[in-house]
């Protein structure tokens, strides 16, 4: 069983290390998306011979969001890489070249922590300091701190640690709106935006800062419609949000049972399992009203959401006896 995780482990890592530039400079950027053989040109194409499901068109083939600019992608990479340091499943990879893209990504993080960009839902009309985006870089940064920390490099470590602290406090300071008692999308915003319920699950901040616990109650309130989560209510230039984004319901989830609000984390999540069909699969959408799934299926990340609800949700071993 190790050595297969180890195998697995190495090859994520040769994935990554391959969408690096051969010769990774100062200004070297990650795209979004990739194509699963590393191709990074993903153009996308109408294809107006078809109508799409039920009508609902444009269909199209491609994603045009590989030119979009996501600064989250650098501190996502780095969570990603960090149990390759901690988890026994996979001590026999070879951790030198992860040193090196680590290095890598962090001059990333500090580098474009400062700039706009398109955000985690991608939005095509207009850049913005998106708050998910300077989250994911802290907790990249964060990540590794820990991990030079705990391998002896401790100088690298406390000027990493100082540049995450800022980080910290400028979200806090600029992605609070202290009116709604909520954090929202983008600095001096008023758009809610459940992807900042990762804030908890992500240890940025602990469930009973008053900061948090609001954020979760405007956010049940106003995000959420009978067990389901939508990512956001407003305008996005590409229609009215007419369907919950299931993996969102699974972060709600997981921020009410951290929160110690047992309960309605497990109300919200037997909803979401009687929502799978017959193969026990979720889509990326859930109409909150009929339980109809729709946008992709099946869908990874909605299933992972399950996964992760589930681990979360189930006693510990100890717990059981």
């Not at 469930?207 to 109650?217: E, G, K, V």
Request: include cysteine; hydrophobic fraction near 40%.
């Amino acid at each position: 069983m190790q050595t297969g995780h180890t195998e697995e482990a190495g090859k994520f890592c040769e994935y990554l290390r391959n969408l690096l530039p051969e010769k990774v400079n100062s200004g070297f950027v990650l795209q979004p998306v990739y194509g699963i053989d590393g191709r990074s040109n993903l153009r996308e194409e109408v294809l107006t011979h078809l109508r799409g499901y039920r009508g609902n068109g444009p269909v199209r083939k491609g994603n045009d969001a590989f030119t979009h600019v996501q600064n989250d992608v650098y501190g996502e990479v780095l969570l990603a890489l960090a149990p390759l340091f901690y988890d026994a499943r996979l001590l026999e990879v070879e951790l030198e070249p992860v040193h090196d893209a680590m290095e890598h990504l962090v001059d990333a993080c500090l580098r474009t922590f400062a700039e706009k960009d398109a955000g985690i839902w991608e939005y095509r009309e207009a850049e913005a300091h998106h708050v998910f985006s300077k989250l994911m870089t802290w907790v990249g940064l964060d990540r590794a701190c820990r991990i030079a920390e705990n391998t002896g490099r401790r100088e690298t470590a406390a000027r990493w640690r100082v540049a995450a602290d800022a980080m910290k406090r400028e979200i806090l300071e600029r992605g609070y709106n202290h009116e709604l008692k909520s954090f929202v999308g983008s600095y001096g915003g008023k758009d809610l935006d459940a992807s900042l319920l990762l804030m908890v699950i992500l240890h940025f901040l602990p469930a009973d800062d008053p900061r948090m616990s609001s954020t979760i109650d405007v956010m049940l309130a106003e995000l959420s419609r009978d067990h389901s989560m939508f990512r956001y209510r407003h305008d996005d230039g590409m229609g009215e949000q007419r369907s919950a984004f299931t993996i969102c319901s699974t972060w709600m989830v997981e921020a009410l049972w951290i929160a110690g609000r047992e309960e309605e984390a497990v109300e919200m999540f037997e909803y979401l399992l009687s929502a799978r069909n017959s193969f026990g699969l979720l889509s990326e959408d859930l109409d909150p009203w009929t339980k109809e799934l729709w946008g992709n299926y099946p869908q990874t990340y909605s299933m992972l959401g399950i996964i992760s609800c589930a681990v979360r949700l189930s006693p510990r071993w100890a717990e059981m006896f």
